[in-house]
């Protein structure tokens, strides 16, 4: 496999200049020293990819950085024994593009044990077409089902239900047998979100409707809530006895009132999910899963837009305008 020495990739900076961002021309040995090389044939574009881009995300620890918390690829060089060139590779989270050089490169260079082996059932558009967002369905799905959620038990809520995380956790959910009710703020989108597995499409408000005093009519069995906020506070008191909510976002908003009824009367159990530090045994689960009996087919279908590094800001732009419709994937590799 011929390596090639330069190669592009979507940096920030911030120094005297101010803040910028762009397409910058780099050496291979301007990456950090770590211990795979790999060719960089998809990263995807996350809600934490449109905050690191810009100034005040609060999400990039130092500059210059190639930003990108996802890639796929291949192994083009590799100086520890579990990796060798031509396997494939796919990463997300931990520094990547945030204290570590990411994926919005032809090359990245990374520690061993942050990569997983690419799993039967997705080819490495597919992988990236999940990435992160994809990821944290799953791993919000894999912790309702450990508290015991059953597809008996009654309607599933999932909030920012176009949003990548919650786009391919209506389709998991649906594909396990649950009735899922997506919460969504673009009604334009019902009929793709029935086509990934909604049986119900509601709307932002409607799912986070005030509720006076400590409880309400019990709702949801559970909830899929990537976007936090306010309305967390209503939607916990609409949660059955015993159900939970997997809570790994924040597009509505970083805090919630909350009072203790629905945990003390209810046993209803708030669950926090984070991808970025998964611990590796559950990553591989997980990714084998996707490949298998929990693989989104219709989000991996239809639900995916691809653009090119040169179209970056584009993409980027539509996740901070909270106008993402599934996923969105970045090529790489045919963007030579
Ligand atoms: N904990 C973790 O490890 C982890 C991993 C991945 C993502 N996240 C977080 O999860 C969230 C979603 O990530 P993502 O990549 O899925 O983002 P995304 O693709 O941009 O989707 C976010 C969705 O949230 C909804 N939304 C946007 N603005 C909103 C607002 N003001 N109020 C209510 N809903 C709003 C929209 O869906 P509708 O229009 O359909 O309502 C939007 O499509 C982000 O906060 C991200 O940081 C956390």
């Given amino acids: 496999m011929e390596t090639m020495s330069a190669f592009r990739a979507f940096r920030v900076h911030q120094d005297e200049g101010g803040f910028s961002a762009g397409i910058d021309v780099l050496q291979l040995s301007e990456l950090p020293d770590s211990d795979v090389d790999i060719e960089v044939y998809y990263s995807s574009v996350n809600y934490k990819d449109g905050l690191a881009s810009t100034p005040k995300g609060k999400v990039v620890t130092s500059y210059p950085r ?19 060139p031509g396997d494939e590779v796919l990463c997300t989270g931990y520094g990547l593009g945030v204290s570590h050089d990411g994926g919005y490169a032809e ?58 995380v919650g786009s391919v956790a209506v389709n998991i959910l649906s594909r396990l047998g649950f009735e899922v009710v997506a919460a969504t703020g673009k009604p334009e989108a019902e009929a793709a979100l029935r086509s990934w597995g909604a049986a119900d499409v509601i709307s932002r408000e409607a799912a986070a409707e005030g509720i006076k005093g400590a409880l309400g009519r019990t709702r949801w069995a559970a909830v899929v809530d990537p976007v936090g906020g306010a309305g967390l506070g209503e939607i916990l008191k609409a949660v059955k006895y015993g159900g939970s909510v997997a809570l790994s976002g924040l597009t509505g908003g970083g805090a919630f009132e909350a009072s203790v009824f629905p945990f003390i009367l209810r046993g209803v159990n708030l669950l926090g999910i984070d991808s970025v530090y998964c611990p590796q045994a559950k990553r591989l689960e997980l990714w084998e899963r996707l490949g298998a009996d929990w693989r989104p087919d219709q989000v991996l279908q239809d639900g995916v837009k691809e653009y090119g590094l040169e179209q970056l800001e584009d993409a980027l732009s539509v996740v901070l305008d909270g106008k993402v419709l599934g996923r969105q994937v970045v090529a790489l590799k045919t963007s030579n």
């Fill in 107 to 164: 090359i990245a260079r990374v520690p061993a044990d942050w990569l997983v082996k690419l799993p039967e059932g997705l080819s490495l558009r597919d992988s990236m077409a999940l990435g992160t967002a994809g990821f944290t369905a799953a791993l919000s799905v894999d912790r309702l089902l450990l508290n015991e959620l059953r597809p008996s038990d009654g309607p599933v809520l999932v909030r920012g239900a176009t949003g990548g």
């Fill in 66 to 84: 190639i930003l990108g918390i996802d890639l796929a690829g291949k192994v083009i060089a590799s100086r520890c024994r579990e990796f060798q």
